[in-house]
C-alpha cells in the first residue's frame, strides 16, 4: 500500500536538482502509484514537513517568518499580459512568399 495519496490542487513550476538516483527513485514511485513525478516529489515534501516535529517547532519561532527564498520558482505571465506574437516557421513564410509570386 502507498505510502503517498496524491490529489489535485494549484501548483507552481519551481526547478530543482536531485541526485541521479533519487530522480529514478522519484519515477519509479510516480509508476508505483499512478501518479506524476511532481505529485510524489510534493506529497513526500509534505509528509516530511508535517512528520518533522522539530520542523513544526520551527515554523511557529519568527524564524521562520526572516527566511529567505532559495526555490527557484518560474513565474507565470500574467493574465493581463499582452498574448506574445506567434512566429511562422521560415518555410511557411516562403511558401507564401512563392504563391503570391507564382499568381502574378
Do not use: C, G, W
Amino acid at each position: 500500500m502507498p505510502l503517498l495519496e496524491v490529489t489535485q490542487s494549484r501548483q507552481i513550476s519551481a526547478s530543482v536538482r536531485l541526485d541521479e538516483a533519487t530522480a529514478a527513485q522519484v519515477d519509479q514511485y510516480a509508476t508505483f502509484i499512478h501518479a506524476s513525478a511532481d505529485d510524489v516529489v510534493n506529497k513526500a515534501l509534505n509528509y516530511v514537513f508535517v512528520k518533522d516535529r522539530d520542523f513544526q517547532d520551527f515554523l511557529k519561532s519568527p524564524q521562520a517568518k526572516q527566511v529567505s527564498s532559495t526555490l527557484r520558482i518560474r513565474k507565470a505571465p500574467a493574465n493581463d499580459a499582452p498574448e506574445q506574437p506567434v512566429k511562422k516557421p521560415v518555410a511557411a513564410v516562403e511558401a507564401v512568399d512563392s504563391a503570391r509570386v507564382s499568381k502574378a
